[in-house]
């Protein structure tokens, strides 16, 4: 006859891993996640503009001979005072809003439009660090335009 034998060492091993993937998990939830998830300090009147920049999408903007189509073209944004962007298609076909090189803002996040900004509606953007972007409508090319991002001049 076999005779199976206990060993206390095996139950000390198995109480051994538990408490050991409960640590690892208990510091991923407590230390790592929070530290990845976190958004960077930003002043409150960055985060709150006292006025909006409006880019308008003007009709007629999916022709190629139209000069105009993003207006204004270029635009000069001082952080705290017009930081925050919205893009308004007046159009009658869909837009996007696609910078030429990837931006990302460490706030707000990654810059351009998810997908299409469909005719009467619109696109906004909350940015908080200097930057230079210049962007297109990805299906309609020669659509371009241009912001200058910088911290207040007083």
């Known amino acids: ?3 199976t034998t206990s060993s206390p060492a095996y139950g000390i091993g198995i109480i051994t891993i538990v408490i050991g993937l409960s640590v690892g998990l208990g510091y991923y939830q407590m230390y790592y996640l929070p530290e990845q998830s976190a958004k960077p300090s930003v002043a409150e009147f960055i985060l709150e503009p006292t006025s909006e920049t409006i880019i308008k999408i003007i009709p007629g903007s999916a022709l190629e001979e139209q000069q105009d189509n993003f207006v204004p073209k270029l635009v ?4 705290g005072i ?10 009658d076909v869909a ?6 090189h990837r931006s ?4 707000s996040g990654e810059f351009g439009s ?3 900004v ?8 909350l940015f908080t660090e200097d930057n230079a972007i210049a962007y297109h409508c990805e299906p309609h090319p020669w659509m371009k335009g ?3 991002i910088t911290k207040q001049r007083f």
Request: hydrophobic content about 25%; proline content about 5%; cysteine-free.
């Open 114 to 116: 998810t997908g299409v």
């Open 82 to 91: 017009d930081n925050h962007v919205t893009w308004i298609n007046d159009d």
């Open 1 to 3: 006859m076999s005779q």
């Open 146 to 148: 241009t912001l200058e």
């Open 118 to 125: 469909m005719p009467g509606e619109s696109y906004e953007f």
């Open 95 to 100: 837009h996007t809003v696609t910078p030429d």
């Open 76 to 79: 000069n944004i001082q952080l």
């Open 104 to 107: 990302e803002d460490s706030y």
